[in-house]
């Protein structure tokens, strides 16, 4: 039971810190906070996503080109270009890696406009940090594990970001339904999206890319669009008018 927990309790706060942070406020600036609040964020994204630390500029510029080109040839990550999901994932690896290593510049439409914090992203890109952390979720196992399958889960802590985005851009790009015809496959995969905290809502993003609420119809729901209200109530953050 305590693995459970805590392998859940990770996932779903290392989730949280990339819809939230690095996709709805680093890529699309769904809302503004203060520099202590984004900070705090991104220190937050730092601890959450743990060995699988994402850069908020590097992932910014990706999600933008995603948007610009979604499902052709210029899309980053689309599903339609690759036999498997694990091609996919080596492909946007090679190109995160180049943006953020500054090989490559992003056109001037991607560029500008996320969070940047030199320190954290030196720590978060270190092997010291990744080693580091995947070192501590080991022993955590050692601790805690009862049985010899529970130990299967710990690749996923290790990878738990590109996870993440990897089944995002597979199965929202691929399975599920369509509420507007936006020119690609984006789809819907889950009516009611609580297992990636509204990611899944796709078809309903690309059409709406600036609005905080990925849910659009009367049975869906996006279970981080209350959060950020309620950030937004408490003056965390302010949501922008679309």
């Given at each position: ?55 908020p ?107 993440h ?57 996006d ?20």
């Open positions: 039971m305590i693995i459970l927990i805590f392998f859940l309790t990770h996932w779903f706060l290392s989730l949280f810190s990339q819809t939230f942070f690095l996709h709805r406020y680093a890529s699309h600036k769904m809302f503004r906070m203060e520099r202590f609040w984004e900070r705090f964020f991104y220190a937050f994204t730092l601890i959450a996503q743990g060995s699988s630390f994402l850069n500029r590097a992932y910014a510029i990706l999600h933008r080109m995603h948007h610009a080109y979604s499902d052709t040839e210029k899309d980053p990550h689309s599903p339609h270009f690759f036999k498997d999901v694990f091609g996919m994932m080596i492909a946007t690896k090679n190109m995160y890696l180049n943006y953020l290593r500054f090989k490559i510049e992003p056109e001037p439409a991607f560029r500008g406009k996320y969070p940047e914090w030199p320190l954290i992203d030196r720590i978060g890109d270190s092997w010291f940090w990744r080693v580091g952390v995947a070192l501590l979720y080991i022993a955590f196992y050692v601790t805690f594990a009862t049985h010899w399958w529970m130990y299967l889960l710990l690749p996923v802590h290790f990878l738990m970001g590109p996870i985005g990897a089944v995002v851009n597979w199965c929202g790009h691929k399975y599920g339904y369509s509420n507007h015809d936006n020119d690609d496959h984006s789809k819907n995969s889950l009516p009611l999206d609580f297992l990636m905290l509204g990611e899944l809502f796709q078809n309903n993003h690309h059409k709406r890319p600036n609005s905080p609420n990925f849910a659009s119809r009367w049975f869906e729901f279970p981080t669009y209350p959060v950020m209200k309620m950030l937004h109530w408490m003056r965390i953050i302010r949501i922008r008018k679309v």
